[in-house]
């Protein structure tokens, strides 16, 4: 059982920047690999950004390609996304999530989401 916990959102003008944290518990972090996804109110939930279990190969959705930047430590558990450059349409809950599958065709954890909110 893995716990997801992400914290590093709130309001922030166009062009400013934030820093997302998904600390995650138990042992077995290091086997998963990481992303980041999130949802727009009246939208359906969407790809973000993932890294693999050794943080060696990550994508990006076009629409936040060369403006956030995904990273893990595994020795703190922790997974972050750096969020430069943001825009109001980057306004979302975004949620942290686990998957033993490396082609992302299951995710078998996900966090509790945390609110990003960009003013114009």
């Known amino acids: 059982q893995v716990q997801l916990v992400e914290s590093g959102g709130g309001l922030v003008q166009a062009g400013g920047s934030l820093r997302l944290s998904c600390a995650a518990s138990g042992r077995t972090f290091s086997s998963y690999a990481m992303g980041w996804f999130r949802q727009a109110p009246g939208k359906e939930r969407e790809f973000v950004s993932t890294i693999n279990w050794i943080g060696t190969r990550t994508r990006y959705a076009d629409s936040v390609k060369g403006r956030f930047t995904i990273s893990r430590d595994n020795a703190k558990n922790t997974v972050y996304l750096q969020m430069n450059s943001l825009k109001p349409e980057d306004t979302a809950v975004y949620y942290c999530?686990?998957?033993?599958?490396?082609?992302?065709?299951?995710?078998?954890?996900w966090g509790q989401g945390t609110q990003v909110t960009v003013s114009s």
């Open positions: 999530a686990a998957s033993t599958s490396a082609t992302w065709t299951r995710v078998d954890y």
